[in-house]
């Protein structure tokens, strides 16, 4: 199956299914991986390339190498093997890995062709697709980036068959964020159907793709409707720093971002006590973690400042108008907020 995403002057395709086979005659290809997804499944794919030559850049594996040193471990490699304009990057990883790569394709020489073949559920869902790059520093995640756009995402699940019940419920994570905010019918399906199922995992991450496809080609840049695809985020993303980057696997920390979310959406009465607990239900199936300990209430207020999307003094949070639906918020007192936190705490 094949889905577009179609932007204004540029457009690429999600394939989803059997990788193809792959032919970049006259271009030096560099792999970027990590020891873990390169021992299970690079020989797979290097039976799908051709190419004048194919270097192989493995990076550690873990968001908290998610770093300027990564990059310039990949820089490093590109010009000792004189890449040029006309080479090209793959992902080959998870969302780590696809952020890495995008990132330093976008940089090197001014920006180079790359193309996302996700392993993970959570990068194929999400990360790989919708061209926003970047790297962490000590003051949050994905501060430092760009966008720019892959040339092709190819999502092959028979590289998700290895990943273990956390990595798996990570990406189920945002597969129910994007019910929850977009799509209440397909919420529906997703109480009712296990994706523990093969079929019913190829539905789910077929309209998760086509729901973000949607989105990234009405905002590539984020400028509007992008930002609520940050829903659980601007929690999450706290959780994870707060945990180094090493507690709490992306996904997690967004089903605890989503958890925070939704209590404060019901508590300004936009969000209802039983649809919380049907999102709650749904996350816990996964075995998702849905409780957290805040240490200090006004640190971790302080840290949204950081947060992408706030600006102009104002810190904005997306929350669900109801399943199927959301809100932006920047109107929302520091006391309500720091509320729910408390109730955390």
Do not use: C
């Not at 990059?71 to 040029?84: K, T």
């Not at 019913?200 to 590539?220: C, G, P, Y």
């Not at 947060?307 to 309500?336: A, M, Q, V, W, Y």
């Amino acid at each position: 199956m094949d889905i577009s995403v179609k932007l204004e002057n540029y457009s690429y395709k999600v394939s989803i299914g059997d990788l193809p086979y792959l032919n970049f005659a006259g271009r030096k290809v560099g792999i970027v991986t990590n020891p873990k997804v390169g021992g299970l499944h690079l020989k797979t794919l290097l039976q799908k390339i051709t190419a004048d030559e194919v270097i192989i850049i493995t990076i550690p594996d873990g968001e908290e190498y998610k770093n300027m040193d990564s990059v310039n471990m990949i820089l490093e490699s590109m010009f000792n093997h004189r890449f040029n304009r006309k080479s090209l990057l793959i992902a080959f990883g998870g969302g780590v890995i696809g952020d890495i790569t995008g990132f330093t394709a976008s940089i090197y020489q001014r920006g180079i062709e790359f193309i996302q073949i996700p392993t993970t559920l959570l990068s194929g869902v999400d990360a790989s697709v919708g061209g926003k790059t970047g790297i962490n520093n000590k003051w949050g995640k994905n501060l430092i980036g760009t966008f720019h756009q892959p040339k092709a995402v190819y999502l092959d699940t028979i590289f998700l068959k290895t990943l273990g019940s956390r990595e798996f419920g990570a990406g189920v994570a945002e597969i129910i964020k994007m019910a929850v905010i977009f799509d209440i019918k397909f919420f529906r399906w997703l109480e009712d159907h296990d994706l523990k199922n093969d079929e019913n995992l190829r539905f789910a991450i077929s309209r998760s793709v086509e729901l973000k496809a949607m989105v990234v080609s009405q905002d590539e840049r984020e400028t509007g409707l992008r930002a609520s695809l940050n829903y659980g985020h601007t929690f999450g993303h706290v959780v994870e720093h707060e945990g180094n980057y090493s507690k709490f696997l992306h996904g997690e920390a967004v089903a605890i971002g989503i958890i925070m979310a939704n209590a404060l959406a019901e508590k300004i009465g936009q969000f209802s006590e039983a649809d919380s607990n049907r999102v709650l239900i749904l996350l816990k199936k996964y075995n998702l973690p849905v409780n957290y300990k805040i240490v200090d209430v006004n640190n971790f207020y302080e840290k949204f400042w950081l947060d992408k999307k706030s600006s102009n003094k104002k810190i904005t949070f997306i929350l669900p108008l109801g399943i199927g639906d959301f809100k932006f918020r920047d109107d929302l007192d520091e006391k309500i907020v720091k509320s729910i936190l408390e109730k955390f705490a």
